[in-house]
């Protein structure tokens, strides 16, 4: 392995950033990028050694460095950002937006301006899709560090695995690092799970079928393992890709222990909206075995009831199946960890070993990227003396199928189980059919109204009709992911709760989906289901 580059005092223009990070990703042995200040520019110890740049690492030591103390943050990545921009969240986010074109580009064919997708273009292809975001990855990734460096004014080692040799002692690109606190961040990844056939080629998870090399061929028949958001949002772009797509899940879709409040009426839309557009969802079977010689054949499953067994044909196997966290590369510190390998904190992000902190995906709780972020940032604010409790039981959570599905507070069902006197608005209303129903409408659904489908979405929100706190909302269709972040906020803020005559107090910039305009309906007198 190389030495490696020093970058310390060197300034490197954004618009370099992106090709050196492609270069040490086709050849890591390139050895370390250092961006570590010499004695004479600073010789206090590290406040924090940050192992992980991710979004737990970066955003916890760029934190550190804000309120004046000395950080240094490790990368086995040559970039700072962690999965989120190079295999999850990013190409998640381009995959689902392909979805959501693919499928108007389907209701729209031979209509207004658009080709006959249809009948003569018929397909997209996942390969040409996966390459676009493969060609622009590394400038996002240069964003990071730049902005790491010029602005944040942060410390890094990047393109080298750090190594823990005790809680106050790192070692990393041959070097010996000495520190008050040890920040562990270093996430999760995609774990096989145990099926016969796993290492077929043809089996691909999120991170793998990144890789020219696993995912080599266009596949036309895809078999999904997994019933979470994963399994969901690829599974949902392949079919609208035109890849015919079945998912087996043991649990109904949707309804893993990972997802909370998860309302059965937006469950089901989205479940029949996803058959409506061809996949096939098997509930209720667990995998036996992955089929096939050398390539994968397809899936031989088992229905959990009645033990039937039975086989789903694909060239392309994607296991969706949930990931585990790296926390064994830290068993010479002891840590107390849960039975899925999590590393257990308290609420100020600090392990069972006094002054070592973890955060992101390696502790328990949703793999999302505002815990990863705000359990990196508070654990900075404790090792700076600032002492701070983070407690991440409630959030507003989202998945795409080809809509964005967005949800936060209670389900009707459990509103119901806590609350006596419960009230729901809802888009369509209750007794009416998707069919003859032209809303919700907003931006993004238009021509789903001018269609007359039935394909708008779900609006729907759950109130206590005698306090009139809003309990609960969801939603599915376009645009309001945004807004659900400070509905949520103000939800769980506002003393007494946010009520149904302050959401109809809000002035909407209308043509929007209509939470307040709904609620306005409504707020002259006693709250009836609407
Ligand atoms: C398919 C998918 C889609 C997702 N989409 C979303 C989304 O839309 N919105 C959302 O909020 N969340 C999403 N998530 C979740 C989100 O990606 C994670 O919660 C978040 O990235 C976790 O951040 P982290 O910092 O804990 O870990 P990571 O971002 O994984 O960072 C860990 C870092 O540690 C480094 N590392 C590992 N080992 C070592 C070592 N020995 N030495 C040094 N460095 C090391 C890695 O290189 C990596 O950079 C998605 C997840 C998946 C799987
Ligand atoms: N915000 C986003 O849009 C987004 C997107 C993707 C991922 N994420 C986050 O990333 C994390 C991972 O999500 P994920 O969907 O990949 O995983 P997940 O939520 O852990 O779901 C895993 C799925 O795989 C199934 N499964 C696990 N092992 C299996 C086995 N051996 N055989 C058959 N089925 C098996 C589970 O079934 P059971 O339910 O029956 O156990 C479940 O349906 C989550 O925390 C999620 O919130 C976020």
Redesign the pocket.
């Known amino acids: 392995m190389s030495t490696g580059i020093d970058i310390w005092g060197k300034f490197i223009p954004l618009a370099e950033w992106g090709p050196l990070v492609d270069e040490y990703l086709r050849d890591p042995a390139k050895g370390p990028i250092i961006n570590v200040a010499p004695p004479e520019v600073d010789d206090r110890p590290y406040d924090a050694i940050f192992?992980?740049?991710?979004?737990?690492?970066r955003f916890g030591s760029a934190f550190l460095k804000a309120r004046g103390g000395r950080q240094l943050v490790?990368?086995?990545?040559p970039f700072l950002g962690?999965?989120?921009p190079h295999e999850?969240?990013v190409p998640?986010?381009v995959f689902s937006e392909a979805a959501r074109m693919l499928d108007y580009a389907r209701l729209m064919s031979n209509r207004y301006w658009c080709e006959d997708f249809e009948n003569v273009k018929k397909r997209a292809s996942i390969l040409e899709i996966r390459d676009g975001f493969l060609q622009s990855r590394g400038a996002g990734h240069g964003v990071m560090n730049f902005q790491s460096k010029e602005q944040l004014n942060m410390e890094y080692i990047l393109n080298a695995?750090?190594r823990v040799i005790d809680k106050n002692t790192v070692e990393a690109a041959g070097r010996i690092f000495k520190c008050r606190n040890l920040v562990l961040?270093?996430?999760a990844r995609p774990t096989p799970p145990p099926i016969p056939g796993v290492d077929k080629h043809g089996v691909v998870n999120?991170a793998s079928m990144l890789h020219p090399d696993v995912l080599d061929f266009e596949p036309n028949r895809c078999v999904i393992v997994g019933g979470g958001k994963?399994a969901i949002e690829y599974g949902s772009f392949f079919q609208a890709t035109g890849c015919q797509t079945t998912i087996l899940t043991r649990s109904q879709l949707m309804r893993t222990k990972g997802l909370k409040h998860v309302d059965e009426d937006m469950r089901r839309w989205v479940e029949d909206a996803m058959k409506r557009r061809g996949m096939e969802i098997i509930d209720n079977v667990e995998p036996v075995e992955i089929l096939g010689n050398s390539h994968a054949t397809g899936v031989r499953y088992r229905n959990m009831t009645t033990g039937e067994e039975f086989t789903a044909e694909g060239d392309m196997i994607f296991l969706g199946t949930g990931?585990r966290p790296?926390s064994d590369?830290f068993d010479v510190l002891g840590l107390e960890l849960d039975e899925k390998g999590h590393i257990i904190v308290d609420a100020t992000m600090q392990t069972s070993v006094p002054g070592v902190y973890a955060c992101?995906?390696?502790i328990p709780g949703p793999?999302?990227?505002?815990k990863?972020r705000k359990s990196g940032v508070t654990a900075a604010r404790n090792i700076m003396g600032e002492y701070t409790e983070y407690v991440y039981e409630e959030f507003p959570d989202f998945l795409h199928s080809t809509y964005e599905v967005v949800w936060t507070g209670l389900s009707e069902e459990e509103a119901r189980q806590q609350y006596s006197n419960v009230v729901t608005i809802k888009l369509p209303p209750d007794g009416v059919r998707r069919e003859d129903c032209a809303l919700p409408v907003g931006d993004g659904s238009m021509f789903f109204a001018l269609e007359g489908m039935g394909e708008n979405g779900l609006l729907k929100s759950v109130i206590d009709g005698d306090s009139r706190k809003i309990l609960g909302l969801q939603f599915v269709a376009f645009g309001v992911r945004n807004a659900f972040q400070y509905l949520d906020y103000l939800m769980q803020k506002m003393p007494g709760g946010f009520t149904a005559d302050q959401l109809a107090d809000v002035n909407e910039l209308f043509l929007n989906e209509g939470y307040p305009q709904l609620h306005r309906l409504r707020v002259g007198g006693p709250l009836r289901d609407l």
């Not at 192992?51 to 690492?57: C, D, E, H, L, S």
């Open positions: 192992i992980g740049g991710g979004a737990a690492g490790i990368d086995k990545w962690g999965s989120c999850a969240c998640h986010h695995e750090a961040a270093i996430g999120f994963t990931e790296l590369q992101g995906d390696m793999r999302e990227m505002f990863a």
